[in-house]
C-alpha cells in the first residue's frame, strides 16, 4: 500500500509539468523519416548500452523482450520519464534544446510461476519528432521583392501499445511473443511570414496519424548447465520484430492572413488522403553473462531494415538500415537484507555504437554514447531505475549538424502481490 | 536513527531529488530562435516561389438591390439627365407618445421644418411636392420602393396636407444648408393631439411626393443626422377654442426614411454603380489557375470610371467593395476595402483585396460587389459609371494584380 502510494505520489510529481516542459525543441535531424527512433524505455538496459534484450529477472520488467517476463514473481508495475538535451553545432553557431517527456509504462503479472507464464502489457514511444528551425529567403515578382522568415517545426512521434505473453516450457527455455499496435500522429508547422506587413502570409500544418498492428517474437536460452557447466551463467536471446504496414491518415491546414501567428482571416482544409508507411523489419541477437554472483555482462546487436522500408509508398533516398552494438556491465544488488542500504543499490554501465537509419545528402549519421546507470531500492519492492547517457552523433562538414547528446531517464517501478495466487502445498 | 527512519528518510532524500531534476533540468534549455537556428543540406524541407500577374475580370454585373434607405438624409424630389429619370418620396414618422393628449385642443398652426443639405438637378431648378398623410403601419428598417409600390392604399392621396392644399414648390438658393418652414393642414395636427385612432385619425406619419414640375431632388437631415438641430421637427400652436390661451410646442423625434428609384439605361459595357435605389456592381475574376494552398500576398483591385458626366454624377472619388458569399451579391462580408485614386492616373480607382482574393481560393468565388461607400449609399442619387468587363478599351477593364507564393515547391503536402 505504501509502495502504491509513493508511486502515485511520484507519477504526480513526475507527470504535471511534463506537459509544459516537454516542447523546446530536439535534434533537427528529427525531420527526416519518422523521428528519431526511440531504443526503449527499459531504464536498466539504458544504463548498460541499451544491452538488455536478454537480461532474465524477476525485478525487473522489460516490455521489449517478452521471453524474459517468465522470471517475474511478482506483479510488477512502472513508468519512465526522459530528459533528452541536445547540443547541435553545425561547427560554427550552436544551440542547446532539451525537453522532458513520458517514455512509458507497463504492467506484468505472473500468472504461473512454475512455468514461467506472465502477462504483461505496456505503452511505450516508438519514434519522436521535435524539431524547431528557420530559413530566410526572398521572394521576387516582376514589382516587389518579399523578403520572408520560414519557420519549420515539427512535434509528435509513434507510440506503441504492447500486449504479450511469455512461457517457459523448459528450465533452458524461454519464449515470448506480443501484439504491438502502433499508433501517433506527427505534426509538421510551416509558419511562412513575410517580413513586411504589406503582404500577408500562411500557416500551413500538415498531420499525419498513423495505426497498424505488428508482433514481436523473442526466444532465450538460459542455464545451459547441460551442454557445458561453464555455460549455466550465460543467456542467449533473438528477438525479431515483425515488418508492419501503418497506414496514415494525413490532412494539411492552413492558415492565412496579415498577421497568421494572430489573427488568421481566412482558413482551408485539403482533402483528406490516405497513405502508408512500411516499418521493416527488425531483429536483435543478444547475450548476457553472470560473471560472478554480483557481475552481469550483456551485449546486443539489433538492426532496423529502413532501407527496404517505403514512405507513403516511396522509398526515401534519406534513409538506411539502423543499426545498434551495444556492451554493458552491472553490479547487482545484495540480496542479504543485513548489509548497508549501498549494498542493495544497483550500478551500471555501458557503451552504444549507434548506426541511425538518417543518410541526409548521402551521408551517414551515427552515434556513440556512454551509458550509466543505477537503481535505488525505496522499499521492499519500489525500486527507482535512473540512467544517464551522453554522446555524440554526426559531424560538422559537408553543411551537416553533429549533436552532442544528453540523457537523463528514470522510472519507477514496484512489486506488489495483486493477482499472483499462492503455490497451493 | 531507526531502520523505518532511515528508510522514510531515503525516500524523502530522493524524491526531491527528482522533483527538483524535473523543475531545473527542463529550464536548462535555450529557446529556439531565428538567430540560433541550424539546418542541413538535404533537409527535404519545402521552398517557397513568389510570382505575380494581372487578370481581368470575367464578368461583371449592374445588380438592383433595393434596400432600406436609413441613411443621414431624405431625399424627395425628381431629377432627370442622360435618358435617365430620378424620383424620391421622403417619409416622416413623429413618435406619437411624443404628443400630448388633448382631444379638445384647438390647433392653430402646425408647420413643419426641414433642414435641407443635398441637391441634384438642374441650376436653380424648381423643388415641388405634395404631403399625403400615411394609411398603414411601416417600419424604416424594412422600407423600400417595392414596399411603396405594392400598397397603392398606403397614403391618402385624395387630399394634400398642406395648409393650402396645393404643392410645396420652391426653389432651394443655399441647398447646402437651407432650412425650410412648410405650413401644414392644422387638421394634421389635431389628429397627432387625439388620443384615439381610427381610420380617418392616424399617427403613421406625411409622406412628401414629388410633383410632375419637379426637377431637382432635395435631401434633407433626417433623424439620423448628427446634429439634432437639423432634425425633422413639427412646430404646433394650440390653445382652447377662443384662442386666448395659446401654447407652442416643437416636437423632433422620431423615424424616417426614403424610397427612391432611377430608371437608367443599361450597358453590358458599363457597370452602373447608383446610390438612393440602389444599382450596385458584381465582378468575378477567375483565380482557378492557382492551386489549392497558395498565399495570395497581396491583391489589388482596379476599376476606371467613364468620365461622361450626368446631372447625378457623384463628384466623390471612391467606392467600396465587399467580398460576397452568394450568386446573387446579397451576402456581403462585414469588412470592406474602399477603392481610391490611383496615384498618377486621373481616372482609375484602386484598393487592397487581399484577404477577399485568398478567400476566393478557400471557398466558392462570386466575386466582388461595388457599391457607393456608405452612408452616402442610403441618402443620396450619386452615381458612378465604370468600364465593364465587355468595354471595347481592354486596358481599362476591371483588373487585379496579385502577387503570390507557393509554398510547397519541392514537396507535396
Known amino acids: ?425 | 536513527m531507526t531502520d523505518a527512519h532511515s528508510r522514510w528518510t531515503q525516500i524523502l532524500l530522493q524524491a526531491m531529488f527528482l522533483a527538483l531534476l524535473v523543475v531545473v533540468l527542463p529550464s536548462c534549455s535555450d529557446d529556439p530562435t531565428e538567430q540560433n537556428a541550424l539546418l542541413f543540406p538535404g533537409n527535404g524541407l519545402p521552398t517557397v516561389g513568389t510570382r505575380d500577374t494581372t487578370i481581368f475580370a470575367v464578368s461583371d454585373t449592374t445588380l438592383l438591390a433595393r434596400i432600406a434607405m436609413n441613411g443621414p438624409q431624405n431625399l424627395v424630389g425628381a431629377a432627370s439627365g442622360l435618358s435617365s429619370a430620378y424620383s424620391a418620396s421622403a417619409l416622416i414618422r413623429f413618435t406619437p407618445g411624443l404628443f400630448p393628449a388633448r382631444d379638445t385642443a384647438s390647433v392653430f398652426s402646425a408647420t413643419l421644418n426641414l433642414h435641407f443639405v443635398y441637391h441634384r438637378g438642374a441650376p436653380g431648378g424648381q423643388l415641388a411636392f405634395n404631403i399625403y398623410r400615411i394609411s398603414t403601419e411601416w417600419d424604416e428598417s424594412t422600407f423600400t420602393w417595392d414596399s411603396l409600390q405594392a400598397n397603392s392604399q398606403f397614403y391618402d392621396a385624395t387630399r394634400a396636407r398642406t395648409l393650402n392644399g396645393q404643392p410645396f414648390v420652391i426653389t432651394l438658393t443655399n441647398p447646402d444648408s437651407q432650412t425650410v418652414r412648410i405650413p401644414l393642414d392644422t387638421v394634421m395636427g389635431r389628429e397627432w393631439y387625439q388620443t384615439l385612432t381610427s381610420t380617418d385619425v392616424t399617427k403613421f406619419g406625411i409622406i412628401l411626393v414629388p410633383t410632375n414640375s419637379c426637377n431637382v431632388v432635395g435631401g434633407f437631415s433626417s433623424f439620423s443626422a448628427d446634429s439634432i438641430s437639423y432634425y425633422p421637427a413639427v412646430t404646433i400652436i394650440a390653445g382652447n377654442a377662443s384662442g386666448t390661451l395659446l401654447d407652442t410646442a416643437t416636437y423632433s423625434n422620431g423615424f424616417d426614411t426614403l424610397a427612391g428609384n432611377v430608371q437608367i439605361p443599361l450597358s453590358p459595357a458599363t457597370m452602373t454603380i447608383q446610390a438612393g435605389m440602389a444599382f450596385r456592381g458584381l465582378v468575378r475574376f477567375d483565380l482557378s489557375f492557382l492551386a489549392r494552398g497558395t498565399v495570395i500576398n497581396s491583391a489589388e483591385v482596379m476599376v476606371d470610371r467613364r468620365t461622361d458626366p450626368t446631372l447625378l454624377t457623384t463628384p466623390s472619388d471612391s467606392l467600396e467593395v465587399h467580398f460576397t458569399a452568394d450568386a446573387a451579391g446579397d451576402l456581403l462580408s462585414s469588412t470592406s476595402s474602399i477603392l481610391t485614386p490611383k496615384s498618377g492616373s486621373t481616372s482609375t480607382l484602386a484598393g487592397n483585396i487581399t484577404s477577399f482574393a485568398q478567400l476566393w481560393l478557400v471557398s466558392p468565388n462570386y466575386g466582388l460587389v461595388v457599391r457607393i461607400p456608405t452612408p452616402g449609399e442610403m441618402c443620396t442619387f450619386d452615381l458612378m459609371r465604370l468600364y465593364g468587363s465587355q468595354a471595347t478599351q481592354t486596358a481599362l477593364r476591371p483588373r487585379l494584380h496579385i502577387t503570390y507564393t507557393d509554398v510547397h515547391l519541392g514537396k507535396k503536402p
Do not use: C
Open chain 1, 1 to 425: 500500500m505504501r509502495s502504491f502510494f509513493f508511486l502515485v505520489l511520484a507519477a504526480a510529481t513526475l507527470a504535471a509539468p511534463v506537459r509544459v516542459m516537454a516542447a523546446s525543441g530536439g535534434s533537427i535531424y528529427s525531420l527526416l523519416g519518422i523521428g528519431d527512433l526511440r531504443p526503449g524505455y527499459n531504464v536498466r538496459a539504458a544504463g548498460m548500452g541499451y544491452a538488455g534484450s536478454t537480461l532474465l529477472s524477476s525485478q525487473y520488467l522489460n516490455i521489449d523482450a517478452p521471453a524474459t517476463w517468465a522470471d517475474l514473481s511478482l506483479t510488477r508495475l512502472e513508468a519512465g520519464v526522459q530528459y533528452e538535451g541536445f547540443s547541435s553545432s553545425n561547427g560554427t553557431a550552436s544551440r542547446y534544446l532539451a525537453s522532458l517527456d513520458f517514455q512509458g509504462a507497463s504492467i506484468g503479472i505472473p500468472i504461473s510461476s512454475g512455468r514461467g507464464i506472465t502477462l504483461a502489457a505496456g505503452i511505450e514511444q516508438y519514434s519522436r519528432v521535435n524539431y524547431d528551425t528557420y530559413f530566410h529567403g526572398t521572394g521576387f515578382s516582376s514589382t516587389d521583392s518579399i523578403p520572408y522568415a520560414n519557420h519549420f517545426s515539427g512535434s509528435g512521434g509513434i507510440n506503441i501499445g504492447k500486449l504479450g505473453l511469455s512461457y517457459k516450457p523448459l528450465h533452458f527455455l524461454a519464449i515470448g511473443a506480443s501484439f504491438d499496435y502502433y499508433f501517433g500522429t506527427i505534426e509538421r508547422h510551416q509558419l511562412y511570414n513575410p517580413s513586411s506587413s504589406s503582404f500577408a502570409g500562411a500557416n500551413v500544418i500538415q498531420s499525419s496519424t498513423y495505426r497498424g498492428a505488428g508482433t514481436t517474437l523473442q526466444v532465450l536460452f538460459n542455464d545451459l548447465e547441460s551442454i557445458a557447466p561453464a555455460l549455466k551463467p550465460l543467456t542467449i536471446g533473438f528477438t525479431i520484430n515483425s515488418r508492419t504496414v501503418l497506414s496514415s491518415d494525413n490532412q494539411t491546414y492552413y492558415e492565412f492572413g496579415a498577421d497568421v501567428t494572430n489573427l488568421p482571416t481566412s482558413f482551408d482544409t485539403s482533402a483528406q488522403a490516405s497513405g502508408q508507411i512500411v516499418i521493416p523489419l527488425s531483429y536483435t541477437v543478444g547475450a548476457s553473462y553472470l560473471a560472478t554472483d554480483r557481475v552481469l555482462i550483456a551485449v546486443d546487436y539489433s538492426t532496423r531494415l529502413w532501407r527496404h522500408a517505403s514512405v507513403e509508398g516511396a522509398f526515401s533516398a534519406d534513409l538506411r538500415n539502423e543499426q545498434n552494438i551495444g556492451f554493458g556491465m552491472e553490479r547487482l544488488p545484495n540480496r542479504d537484507p543485513n548489509t548497508s542500504w549501498g549494498e542493495h543499490i544497483a550500478l551500471r554501465l555501458g557503451f552504444l555504437y549507434h548506426s541511425t537509419y538518417y543518410r541526409p545528402d548521402e551521408v551517414g549519421i551515427n552515434e556513440w554514447l556512454v551509458t550509466g546507470g543505477m537503481t535505488l531500492p525505496l522499499s521492499l519492492e519500489t525500486r527507482l531505475h535512473i540512467a544517464a547517457e551522453y554522446g555524440i552523433r554526426g559531424v560538422v562538414t559537408n553543411g551537416l549538424l553533429r549533436d552532442k547528446v544528453f540523457r537523463l531517464s528514470a522510472a519507477f517501478s514496484i512489486g506488489e502481490l495483486w493477482f499472483v495466487r499462492p503455490d497451493v502445498e
